[in-house]
């Protein structure tokens, strides 16, 4: 049986409170009294506050975009997990591929965010995916492989229960470009074989896998149909409250 599946929206660095709050108010209308799948969103820092406090009571969970190893500490610019769990959210976004392209982050810090996370009681969604170049080079399997073996390194299966994975082909984030389901499939059913490899079969099945990568109103349900395909991690189509309640609504 297919996990509960999880659509979470990355609204990236868009968004002032005011625009945010307005964001929520009409997404919580959307989607209220959905069951049957997992909702989150992750707005920029400076609105989960705000955003916090409207969600209390409702079916939308609290993400945050990044989250940092340490506890505390001369780490300009970096927020830590207990900084999160404080203003009521409960999931980090890691190693996004806008990270790994624009602030440096390698597979070696993605693992020590994710374990740090995860230790501190965040879920953890760690993405993956390969650049053009690499699909086209015919090394996505490989990538996908080495960034899942060394983002996850040392993780035990009890801390998979807080383990989500994002799949993401860099090339089709904010382009419209989106992989077919054969190609999401594909490489969702790798990383699913990896995840039952280090956590054992039971655990490793039950790891929600989401697929991101310009997911809209009108291709979600085909891919969220895929067999190893357990949700979405959505960016441009977060931004409006109607296509994000779609989405949601095709995966239940
Ligand atoms: C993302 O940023 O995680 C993403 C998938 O973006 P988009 O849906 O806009 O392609």
Not at 59 to 85: C, K, R, Y
Not at 126 to 139: F, I, N, P, Q, S
Not at 153 to 159: K, M, Q, R, S
Not at 162 to 184: C, D, S
């Amino acid at each position: 049986m297919k996990p509960t599946p999880f659509i979470v929206g990355n609204w990236k660095m868009n968004g002032t409170v005011a625009e945010a709050r307005a964001l929520v108010e009409a997404l919580e209308t959307a989607v209220a009294g959905l069951s049957g799948v997992e909702i989150a969103i992750a707005p920029p820092f400076t609105a989960l506050a705000s955003v916090s406090a409207m969600l209390e009571g409702s079916n939308v969970q609290l993400a945050a975009q990044n989250v940092h190893w340490a506890t505390s500490g001369a780490f300009t610019g970096e927020i830590a997990p207990a900084m999160l769990i404080e203003l009521g959210c409960g999931i980090a976004i890691i190693g996004h591929s806008e990270r790994r392209q624009f602030f440096g982050e390698t597979d070696e810090s993605v693992n020590a965010r994710a374990t740090a996370a995860i230790a501190s009681g965040l879920t953890a969604i760690v993405c993956v995916g390969e650049t053009l170049a690499e699909r086209e080079a015919g090394e996505t399997l490989s990538v996908v492989e080495r960034q899942i073996v060394r983002g996850l390194a040392g993780l035990t299966a009890e801390n998979a229960q807080r383990l989500v994975i994002a799949y993401e082909p860099v090339w089709a984030i904010g382009t419209g470009k989106v992989a077919t389901t054969a190609q999401a499939q594909q490489v969702h059913a790798h990383i699913r074989a990896l995840l039952v490899t280090q956590f054992g079969a039971d655990v490793g099945a039950s790891v929600r896998l989401q697929y991101g990568g310009s997911v809209k109103p009108d291709n979600a349900a085909e891919l969220l149909a895929q067999p190893d395909i357990d949700g979405a991690l959505v960016g441009g189509a977060s931004l409006k409250a109607a296509d994000f309640a779609a989405i949601v609504k095709a995966a239940v």
